[in-house]
Structure formats: C-alpha cells, structure tokens
Nanobody, 124 residues
Framework: QVQLVESGGGLVQAGGSLRLSCAAS????????MGWFRQAPGKEREFLIT????????YYAGSVKGRFTISRDNAKNAVYLQMNSLKPEDTAVYYCAGSTSFTGTNYPDAYNYWGQGTQVTVSS
C-alpha cells in the first residue's frame, strides 16, 4: 500500500512557475509508475505526465509538453512536477498517482493510488 501526499500548490500569476511535490510512504515506491493528473471544476480528470519506475522515461500530454517536467527521486520516495509558463487554463486541482500497470498509464483507471490533490490557481 502506498500513501501519496501532494504539496506546493498555490496562487501564481500567468507566466509564473510552481513546483509540486508528491511524497510517498512505503518501501516499494520504485516499483510504481508515477503520474500527474489535474481536474478543473466541471471537467473530467485530465492526464498530464507520467514517469517510469527508474525515472529514465517520461510521457507528456500535448497540452503541457515543453512547459511541465516530471522527475522522481526513488531514494526520497518523491515525485515532482515543475510547471513553467503557467496559464489561467492550468487552474485545477493537481493529483499525483501511482500505478502498478505496465501499459495505459495515461489513463486514470491504470492508477492504484492517488493523493488528495493540491490546488493550483493561475491568475491572468
């Protein structure tokens, strides 16, 4: 079992940056693919980015490619989301998630564990 806790959200002006962190409990963190999703009011949960178990490979949604970067530190049981050039449409609750799956990790259903979410608000 893995428990995930996000932090680092807040209010930022358009064009600014934020770094989200996700701390994981448990000894098997390196066995999970980790991903970041977001959900804006009235919208479905949206896939953003995922990173493989070793941290050697990432996959980005088109909406964030070139602006968002994911990284992980398996020694610290943590995954990070660096967000640059933020836009008002990036406003949402951001979730980190862990998956035991080897495929389909751009879909929420592939993820076994979720954090509680952290609010990111981008003002224009």
């Amino acid at each position: 079992q893995v428990q995930l806790v996000e932090s680092g959200g807040g209010l930022v002006q358009a064009g600014g940056s934020l770094r989200l962190s996700c701390a994981a409990s448990g000894r098997t963190f390196s066995s999970y693919v980790m991903g970041w999703f977001r959900q804006a009011p009235g919208k479905e949960r949206e896939f953003l980015i995922t990173i493989n178990r070793s941290g050697s490979s990432t996959y980005y949604a088109g909406s964030v490619k070139g602006r968002f970067t994911i990284s992980r530190d398996n020694a610290k049981n943590a995954v990070y989301l660096q967000m640059n050039s933020l836009k008002p449409e990036d406003t949402a609750v951001y979730y980190c998630a862990g998956s035991t799956s080897f495929t389909g990790t751009n879909y929420p259903d592939a993820y076994n564990y979720w954090g509680q979410g952290t609010q990111v608000t981008v003002s224009s």
